[in-house]
């Protein structure tokens, strides 16, 4: 049974997600619609390399390779076998910045209130 994965739309009608991948080249926007297509049908089950859970937060962020490059997307697991997608970025250091992990976060929050 496969999983919901939806690209979170802000109030204004923004979708980080589109956004994140609209700037990418084919190549790498074709990896990171590949690897969310192993989320959709793989769901918690999906493990590292794919998937990894950042420690403190409900987030998680999806992993995605493509040469010599990497990019991230974070994510959260939602009731009903669904998860949001939020923002993405090029992974360019070893640890992720700390306002990419805020604009999540924030994302999150704003699903949450939005949702309740």
Known sequence: ??????????????VPFDEFVEGLLPKAQARVVRTVELLETFGTDLREP???????????ELRVKTGSNAYRVFYVAWSGRTFFLFNG???????????????????L????????
């Open 50 to 60: 794919y998937c990894k859970k950042m420690a403190g937060t409900d987030l998680w």
């Open 1 to 14: 049974m496969s999983w919901t994965v939806v690209r979170y739309q802000r109030p204004n009608g923004e």
């Open 89 to 107: 970025f090029a992974k360019t250091t070893q640890k992720t910045p700390r306002r990419e992990l805020e604009r999540a976060q924030g994302l």
């Open 109 to 116: 929050e704003e699903l949450r209130r939005r949702t309740t």
